[in-house]
């Protein structure tokens, strides 16, 4: 099948010639298309460029499908590279809790929180998980997400753990989009390992890794490296236990105090580091020159109201920035990647090029898909979205609240929803 946007009043990230990330002032730089075409064959983006030199190269060829984009912008589809979407129900009375006065750790330490949504994952059912992420996946993708990664880590137990992989495999075999599976067994400490972490941490290394792999259900290994949850040396067992059988760290670093998180991330060659609100010179200094991507989730800082991530700081330091929804019912329970590039501009003072890099190449990058997805070049996968009718890309952060998408189109395939 042969697809042709004609007259797009900007095609937005192209790359004539493709970088696997941005870093520092890179990413205040977004190249575009004005009055532009973009061709579509099968899955893969075959050519794009202005509406004046269409004519030279496409007379009478086989397109079958024209889609007229006049006053419409066209992006690549945002890649969301942190999400823990697959969950049994909701968590509003947590939400009310803190509003009380509670805070998310105090919430935990009463074995609320996530062992709150590891007590019902354990008995709801891998058809029932399946459906509820099914639809939360369907809606994303209306909102523009063209690629997901999605987590483990609300089993705490070898069988839930698997449980929870299958349906993540499950959505990987049925969705059009993108996904990646990442193993997050130490997510939270079950109430009777309190008082002896490191059994439970043996128990993720000799029984789940194996399994896991086993049944490659995963491609990346995760774990929530600090204050009141896995220490620094429970990491390191757990990312070199998991790095043994192929699967690359990407874990949950500094969210709640300076713990270390950033460093052993980078020690172990993490694909990314992610939340990020406890960031200083030393964990700057550590990030540069690594091959690891600073990710930060503004909707878990906004919802926990915590103190933001320096974002601006990392940016001017050099580094790359990847931005991802974090998706999940305690912190952060909206996969809209439109309101995560808002929140980029309007608390962490990006510029909107510098939110586009983050949501789409960086944010590729840190799921390991940057050579296929997250931007428009030739032989990438044709994953796009086409706005309403707006005046330009400062628009799409700027209307914080409206749904400005009109059209998505996933490998290639307009959805229909
Ligand atoms: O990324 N920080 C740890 N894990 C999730 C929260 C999961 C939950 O509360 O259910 C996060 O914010
Ligand atoms: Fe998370």
Partial sequence: MKVLLENI??????????????????????TTIKNAYLIIRDEVIEDFGEMSHLKDAYVDD?????????????????????????????????????????????????????LNSAKLLHETSE????????????????????????????????????????????IKNSSPICVRANFLGAHSIPLKFRDNVS???????????????AEELSDYIDVFCDKGFFSVADTERILMAGMKYGL??????????????????????????????????????????SETMP??????????????????KMIDAGLPVALASD???????????????????????????????????NSAYAMGISDRLGSIARGKIASVFITSEIPGIEYLPYSYGSNLIET???NGEVQNF
């Fill in 408 to 410: 998505v189109i996933i």
């Fill in 127 to 170: 058809d029932e998980l399946y459906k509820s992420a099914m639809e939360r996946v369907s809606e994303m993708v209306q909102m523009g997400t063209g690629a997901v990664e999605i987590k483990s880590g609300y089993g705490l137990n070898t069988d839930d753990e698997l449980k929870m992989l299958r349906v993540i495999r499950r």
């Fill in 62 to 114: 086989d397109i079958l499908l024209e889609i007229d984009c006049s006053n419409r912008l066209v992006y690549p589809t945002y890649c969301d590279s942190h999400t823990h979407l697959v969950y049994p129900g909701s968590r509003e009375k947590e939400f009310v809790d803190r509003i009380k006065g509670l805070s998310y750790e105090q919430i935990a330490e009463r074995g609320g929180g996530i």
């Fill in 295 to 312: 990710t930060v989730l503004p909707g878990a800082a906004f919802f926990l109201n915590m103190k933001l991530s320096p974002v601006r």
């Fill in 199 to 213: 059994k439970y941490v043996d128990s993720i290394i000799n029984e789940m890794i194996p399994q896991v792999a």
């Fill in 248 to 289: 690359r760290p990407k874990i949950h670093a500094n969210e709640l105090g300076h713990t270390g998180g950033v460093e052993v991330g980078v020690k172990y060659n993490a694909l990314s580091v992610d939340h990020l609100e406890y960031i200083g010179e030393n964990e700057i200094a550590t990030l540069k020159n």
């Fill in 327 to 361: 998706y999940n019912p305690g912190s952060s329970p909206s996969g809209n990647m439109n309101l995560i590039s808002a929140m980029g501009c309007i608390k962490y003072n990006m510029l909107p090029e510098e939110v586009i890099n983050a949501t789409t190449i």
């Fill in 9 to 30: 009043k900007e095609l937005v990230q192209v790359e004539e010639y493709p970088v696997l990330f941005k870093a520092g002032s890179a990413m205040a730089e977004v």
